[in-house]
């Protein structure tokens, strides 16, 4: 187990969007990241899958600083924060400063979509533009209706959360993490809490975002053929850990692991 | 002079105490309503230290009669220099004594309002204080202003011990009148009358803001 700094391997190299290097994470008694390394490029479309409970979610979790880990180190661009042992000095202060600039490169879609229910879907898009970003009122709400209107809900502007079905609670989701740009969107299951026939336009607006441009992107997801379709890379996680990865072709057609072959048989009898 | 002639002759002076409550609770409710928000979000932040120091607040406050920290107040403050009128040191008693009441209120607004909600605020790379203003504590007032509302009302009969600190407000007034004519009985029922027809109004709004609370409530579950 690496535990001086200074052995780590290099830093990840440059173009690197996304890295956790050697990164543990337990609730409890219960490891559910064990010295989990990754990179992620720049511009590259990520999948995790596996089964519930092997850790995906946490991964992007800790890269969006909502789970502290034991150990280990969390780059996103070329900014990074370490952890236990791999914690730098600085004060509390300097360290809330790191991981708030952390924040602002990445954005983060929730499989409960936690928009704010006290608040047009207008109003949770332009928040963090307002209040972060230190846009004025005007500018804002503009570019929240842009953002709105790139998901297909230019005519919800005023609508409040309970009044939108969950595939449009998602959208306006989505829009209030792309409206500030970040190098790097992270999708947490978010289908998983939509009935069947709201998936797709759910899974239609991150298409089309993947296709726009060079947006890195990190997808925790259920839906096999989606991440067949959007990745450039799936990953395959059990226990805390990478059991596999591969072009979306091999990890599919030709899996290598016997607990890949079936965790996908398993899924696809479903 | 007849009993409703008497009443009607010290209208003025009645009316007038019933300001000095109404202004006494009002502004009471208002150092309740700004320190007990101020005691909740230091607990509920958990921040080392200060937590323990809210904590104690609490207990300390809700463990102590309000007439004994009217004394203290009143009484044992000036023997360290430390003066205030009659009005202020009822003001300031009743403010801190039901803060403690309200930090417990407003805690437990907070503490419903779900994880994802600061979950979301930080990933949008909000700060704890915004996260706070814009999201959390909009959200945690709504179910709670019942309960708010209902502190109001017992700190509006709570009022009546100002009158042992020499604040002339409703009940020192009465007792003022009723030492010089005597007339116990119409004054202290007059009296009874006030308290009663302004706190029963107040306490069916409040039952009806719980009504609505708990539909909205029910709404929330449903979406």
Known sequence: MLSDPNTFTSPPGRGAAVALEDVHKRYGEKVVLDGLSLTVASGEKVAIIGPSGSGKSTVLRCVMALEEPEKGRIHVGDNWIGFGSDRGDGSRRSRNAEIIKLRGAVGFVFQQFNLFPHMTALRNVSLALRRVRGINGTDAAALAEGALREVGLGDKLAAYPQQLSGGEQQRVAIARACVL??????????TSALDPELVGEVLGVIRRL?????MTMVIVTHEME???????????MEKGSIVEEGSPERIFGDPIEVRTRQFLRAVSER | MGTAAYLWSVRSQMAQGLVITLEATGAGMAIALT????????????LPGLSQVARFYILF??????LVQLYVWYYVLPQYGIVLSAFLVGVVGLGIQFSAYTAEV???GLEQVPRGQWEAGSALGLRTAAILRSIIIPQAFRPIVPGLGNYLISMFKDSAYLSVVTVFE?????????ASSFRYTALFTLLGVIYFSLSYPASVCVRVLE????RGRQNALRS
């Open chain 2, 170 to 178: 409703l009940l020192g007034t009465t007792e003022q009148l009723a």
């Open chain 2, 106 to 108: 407003y805690r437990a």
């Open chain 1, 210 to 214: 993947a296709e726009v441009g060079g």
């Open chain 2, 61 to 66: 406050f809700r463990n102590t009669p309000l």
């Open chain 1, 226 to 236: 989606f991440a067949r379709r959007i990745a450039d890379r799936v990953i395959f």
């Open chain 2, 211 to 214: 009504r609505r609370a708990a």
């Open chain 1, 181 to 190: 740009q970040p190098q790097v969107m992270l999708f947490d299951e978010v």
């Open chain 2, 35 to 46: 320190v007990g928000l101020g005691i909740a979000v230091i607990r509920v932040l958990k």
